[in-house]
Every structure is written in structure tokens, then in C-alpha cells.
């Protein structure tokens, strides 16, 4: 089926392609754009689609040419800002979603994060073994980071799942108040052995 290349300015061409809509732009033939054809110098905003039905979203900024030629389909497709996958996986600054839904090539600001996982409450069950304080230290001068936390170059080079990392972070502060209890009662038992 054929899209429509429709000029957003004055002088800009409308003609027809096989997979995309172009702003500012024109399909010179079957593997090359045309940008800034109105003479503004705008560069072009293109909507293509692949063979494998995959949706790019891509900008290809001026050069200052009046009239930038033989841009080829590898540069629209490396110029992507957005791309909406046929497997419903969305990138943003990026098509490589590597299985994840949403995958984004640089920042994210939002007002609200929600993220759906278990919680450590089960470290207050009775059954629960509070490893002993001697245990804890020596897996911190063996291994270098606490029970269960991921090593440093785990995270570096892998990355964290904020879901999993904030239950195991929370586990920690729930055996840190275990401790902290435990010291308190022992300091209160000193003290009253010492007030008699």
C-alpha cells in the first residue's frame, strides 16, 4: 500500500513511496531523500517503516544545504528518535529494545515510578535467621558487599532491577533494625545490671 510524502512548508513536495511519510522531505528514488527542498534549510522529519514492520521516527538535521540530496534509508534509520517495534517494544534514542518493552538511550524524568514486586516483610516471621554480626563481617572482608547485594561490577556491567534491588535494600534495613533492637535490649540489660 502507498503513504503519502507530504511537505510541511511552502515549496515542499507531495509524492508517494512504498513505506514512509516524509516532513520537509521527498523520495528522490527508491533508496535515497531529499531534504529541505522548500530552500529553509530545516532538515526533515521522516516516518518510515521497514521490511520487518518495525516504525521509525527519525530526524535528519540540516546541513545548511539548500537542498540536501541522496540521504540514504541506512542514515534515516541511524538518525531514529523513535522506534515503535512490531514485537510492541518502544525505544527512544535507540532501536535496540534487546527484549524489554520500553528501552530509553539516555535520561528519564518522571513524576511518579510504580514498580510491581515482592516485599521483605518476611525478614519479621518468626523462623527468620538474622545472620550473626561476626558472619556479616566476614562476607564483607571476603566478598566485599553484603549478603544477597549484588557486587558493584555485577551492577556495572549488567545493570540493576530496580524492583529486585529496592525489596533486597529494604530486607537490609529490616535486619538492621533486627540488630538495633538486639543491641538495645543487651545495652538496657548491661545498664540495669550496673544501676543495682
Partial sequence: MAKVVVGAALGANLGYGTSYIGFNASRQNAATW????????????????????????????STGASDQTGISDATIVGNTTLFVGANKSVGIGTRNTSGYTLAVN????????????????????????LRPLEEVERQIQEQGHLPEIPAAAD???????????????????EELTLYIIEQDKRIKALEAQLNK
Fill in 155 to 173: 551492577i556495572e556491567n549488567n545493570g540493576a532491577d530496580v524492583g529486585a534491588l529496592l525489596k533486597l535494600q529494604m530486607q537490609k534495613i
Fill in 106 to 129: 539516555g535520561f528519564v524524568r518522571a513524576k511518579k515510578v510504580v514498580v510491581e514486586t515482592g516485599w521483605s516483610d518476611f525478614v519479621f516471621e518468626e523462623g527468620y535467621r
Fill in 34 to 61: 531529499s531534504t529541505s527542498n522548500d530552500g529553509a534549510n530545516n532538515g526533515a522529519g521522516i516516518i518510515y517503516a521497514d521490511v520487518a514492520g518495525n516504525l521509525l521516527f527519525s530526524g535528519i538535521p
